[in-house]
């Protein structure tokens, strides 16, 4: 059985010496370059309490077959969000790193590319609780309850984005019952907008991290691994960085300064890093985003090896990622990426895994290739995850999809999850959204929805259901879904909906 605390065995224990050297802020999430700084968490923001009866311990946009995707700017995205402000002092340069192969961080499956040689020694987690991690646990009755010990359930810390112009705030700060939701079903948690560029450097050589460390605080507290998004990107960007006039070199020593600040705050924190999120576009030869992408188009492609070499030389015990959507099968774009990552590799780029974010639309076909793609990056020995998955679909006036694609929508979960359950570095799957009524699809996708989850005041749709029967009869068998009285209750909701 999975616990947290012993989530980051046989992983990388060296940590870049002064990341955890942080002082007390001025001011609240506020902090200028030069100063190092250390948030608490919100009191609010607290751990569950303690394990009831039969709970179990562990720890821890769409487009299938779909060609492009609308940008992203000004949408809800992947977040951002963290670390020491200024330019820390860092012993050593960017280097090659050591690409010895071990577990990593979390429930890795199997050896692959981990963070680092194995050791015993372990950084800790500056927002850990007192007397150290939390050890998650969860009721049988819930997604990560019945999960197999190797693999993360997650969600996202919803927040900034496209809720910044609802009628609503921000659900992850504001609403006491949406976070003990999470932490009562996921054993993962993503900062949906948090982390993003916009968020966390709003000011040059300002960082703001009061909302990205209570995320962190939280999951920390709840036993929940992290997933931190992004540290790259071409969108949600502020305006001093997209419309400042800078050379190369103070380019590439803004980047390199937010990676290490962002990555060093949340050493021993942050398990899986989206480090490059999005850098190839949808055209038919899956060219790299040289225009829309300020780091490639200023400073090159060859700036990836860099960024890579930076966040692990913070965390060496993280695992790093690339992220995209419509990399749903075998396709121009994830040749591009796998043809990338095997070059880095034999570069010595730390480069670890591979996350498709698995957006996708009943308007479109889904590509039976899904698993296959997994397969061959897990082949390079890398990990690999779903990011983000969610399933959208044309809604009527109630804001639900036709009982039909509502069916496909939930078969079409549990075909990702079955993907990702026979690839053996597959150990993450992230569902991006929680309620409807806060998904950032009907805000991107006008008259399409019902991609998530859950429904009104969280109720099961049956897309929970079947991903909570597919977990139960990987790990249990079928026998166990049928005869347990736990799951009485998803039995019933996929009856109804004839699944």
């Known amino acids: 059985m999975f616990t947290r605390s012993n989530r980051r065995t046989l992983t990388a224990a060296v940590v870049c010496a002064g990341a955890l050297a942080l002082g007390t802020p001025t001011m609240a999430g506020a902090v200028p370059a030069q100063q190092a700084t250390t948030l608490t968490a919100d009191a609010g923001v607290s751990a569950k309490g303690a394990e009831k009866a039969g709970q179990k311990s562990q720890g821890r946009p769409d487009h299938a077959g779909q060609s492009g995707r609308p940008d992203h700017a000004g949408q809800s995205g992947r977040p951002d969000h963290a670390g020491q402000s200024g330019k820390p002092d860092h012993a050593g340069q960017p280097g090659p790193p ?39 646990s969860w009721d049988r009755d819930s997604l990560a309850g019945v999960a197999p010990d190797d693999l993360r359930i997650g969600n996202i810390a919803a927040g900034g984005g496209h809720h910044s112009d609802a009628d609503y705030p921000d659900p992850f700060p504001s609403d006491p019952p949406y976070r003990d939701h999470l932490a009562s079903e996921y054993s993962s948690v993503t900062h949906e907008n948090y982390l993003k560029w916009e968020f966390v450097q709003p000011e040059q050589g300002v960082y703001d991290f009061e909302q ?34 800078f050379t190369e070199a103070e380019l590439r020593e803004i ?86 990552i095997r070059e880095q590799l034999e570069r010595g780029v730390p480069v670890h895994g591979f996350g ?26 890398i990990h690999t995850a779903v990011t983000e998955i969610d399933v959208r679909g044309e809604v009527d006036e109630n804001d639900m999809m036709s009982p039909e694609d509502r069916a496909g929508a939930a078969e079409r979960y549990a075909t990702v999850l079955q993907a990702c359950l026979e690839v053996s570095l597959c150990n993450s799957f992230t569902i991006w959204g929680t309620l409807d009524a806060q998904s950032w699809v009907p805000n991107t996708f006008p008259g399409e929805g019902d991609a998530t989850v859950h429904e009104g005041d969280y109720e099961r749709k049956p897309t929970y259901c079947i991903i909570q029967r597919t977990l139960v009869e990987h790990v249990e068998g079928a026998s166990a879904w049928e005869d347990d009285a736990s799951f009485e209750e998803c039995r019933g909701i996929l009856e109804s909906a004839g699944l």
């Open 255 to 340: 980047l390199e300064d937010h990676v290490r600040t962002v990555v060093s705050r949340y050493a021993g924190c942050i398990d899986q890093w989206d480090v490059a999120n999005e850098i190839f576009q949808d055209d038919e030869a899956a060219s790299i985003r040289d225009s829309e992408n300020i780091w490639i188009r200023e400073l090159g492609p060859e700036i990836l090896d860099d960024v890579f070499t930076w966040a692990h030389e913070e965390d060496p015990e993280a695992l790093l990622f690339y992220n995209d959507y419509n990399v749903d099968g075998l396709n121009a774009k994830a040749d591009a990426y796998y043809d990338l």
């Open 356 to 381: 498709a974010q698995t957006h996708l639309s009943m308007q479109y076909g889904f590509d039976d290739s899904y698993q296959e793609n997994l397969q061959r990056f897990d082949d390079l020995g």
């Open 98 to 136: 050591d690409h010895a192969k071990g577990k990593g961080k979390g429930k890795g499956k199997g050896p692959g590319h981990g963070g680092g040689e194995d050791s015993t020694g372990q950084t800790q987690c500056q927002f850990a609780p007192e007397g150290g991690e939390a050890e998650g």
């Open 212 to 245: 990205a460390d209570a995320v962190v605080a939280f999951a920390e507290a709840n036993g929940m691994d992290l997933r931190g998004h992004a540290l790259s990107w071409h969108s949600q960007n502020p305006d001093w960085l997209e419309e400042g006039d």
